[in-house]
């Protein structure tokens, strides 16, 4: 399929934090890193931000820092040996150059293969959605959070779906609040997941709730909250997990951060100067976790416990607590104000749901 893949062109120059921005706004998954004249330089994905920002490289260095050099490329007369030429090196974009090198095409694999196939896990996906989602009142006094539509299914379906496209269909949904609505809902409505219930007697936080599986847990657990989408890879998340030898991963996505005003910095009451609408970047917890069995049993019974407080208290014992960064787009539906973003981006992704 013919993209605009001017879309996806960017200067070497440029910085990684740009880049980011880029490629949540060109929704290709990846960049073309061209000199003045669209001579192919290199490439960059979200996995080659993810192996800068663990490498500690800044978001304002140049793009050239991380781009993959010496990446595969099709001539322009071989464009209809796309599909195996991609199939053959595992990969999902091929650009098109000439015999100098110069882009001429950005070719999908998704204009190839309907849909990626992954093979079925029996790892559970367990989606804390038991709060009572009182950011969202007054809709929640009457729908639980997790039911509340995002275009024309519930946040928690929708989540559900992304999970089940990268082989993950496995659930275990912890209920409390207005639970039987959620009970009747997926019975009356959706067959195409496995669920199993656990059921909250008091609210534990996002932690404690896990004790309720953590003694029938086999294998790595999968962790989620119910009001969060993240534009990411569920399946290359689990083998970052795997392959680290993680006792815990965390996802953190980065997040960039304007001050619309002045900052002061001061000292014993005196001003030192002022930061003029400052810009920050930081990586934050998405709320989406990956915790091996022998991890869970740190979880007391029937105590309350957040994550963040948990995973801290791992660190600190020496556990192996991972961090798996994304640079893809993060919309929180339990704030009204980014409800209609996640309503625009369930219209647009091109991951099946």
């Known amino acids: 399929m013919h993209v605009n893949y001017e879309k996806a062109l960017i200067g070497p120059e440029r910085t990684i934090k740009e880049a980011i ?7 290709m998954q990846i960049l073309l890193v061209a000199d003045a004249n669209r001579k192919l330089l290199g490439t960059v994905t979200d996995g080659d931000v993810r192996r800068g920002i663990l490498n500690d490289i800044p978001l304002a260095a140049p793009v050239e820092r991380i781009m993959m050099r010496g990446c595969k490329t099709l001539p322009l007369a071989e464009r209809h040996l796309a599909s195996a030429f991609m199939e053959t090196h595992a990969i999902s974009a091929v650009p098109l150059v000439d015999e100098s090198g110069v882009i ?13 196939e992954f093979a079925p896990r029996s790892n559970q996906v367990f989606i804390l959605a038991g709060g009572k989602g009182t950011r969202l009142s007054p809709v929640t006094n009457i729908l639980p959070k997790p039911l509340i539509p995002v275009g024309e299914k519930p946040i928690i379906e929708v989540i559900m779906g992304r999970w089940r496209y990268f082989g993950f269909n496995n659930f275990v949904l912890s209920i409390n609040y207005k639970a039987d609505m959620i009970r009747a809902y997926f019975a009356e409505n959706v067959d195409r997941f496995q669920i199993e219930y656990v059921t909250e007697k008091n609210y534990l936080g996002t932690a404690g709730s896990l004790y309720l599986t953590k003694n029938t847990v086999k ?3 999968l962790v989620t909250n119910c009001d969060v989408l993240v534009d990411m890879d569920f399946d290359d998340f689990f083998h970052f ?4 030898g993680n006792d815990a991963t965390v996802v953190g996505v ?10 002061m910095q001061m000292q ?4 030192e100067g002022i930061v003029e609408k400052p810009e920050y970047e930081f990586v934050v917890n998405a709320g989406i976790y990956a915790i091996e069995p022998d991890t869970l049993q740190r979880i007391q019974d029937e105590q309350y416990l957040d994550m963040p407080h948990f995973l801290e208290n791992c660190r600190k014992d020496g556990m192996k607590v991972g961090v798996y960064p994304v640079s893809a787009e993060m919309i929180d539906v339990g704030h009204w104000d980014e409800y209609e973003k996640a309503v625009n981006w369930s219209n647009r992704t091109k991951r099946p749901l």
């Open 241 to 244: 997990h795997r392959k680290n």
């Open 219 to 221: 294998e790595t657990l």
């Open 21 to 27: 921005a880029q490629l949540n706004e060109s929704a």
């Open 104 to 116: 001429h095409d950005l070719l999908l694999a998704h204009a190839y293969i309907n849909e990626r």
């Open 254 to 263: 980065v997040r960039h951060v304007k001050i619309p005003y002045g900052v």
């Open 268 to 271: 014993n009451g005196k001003l």
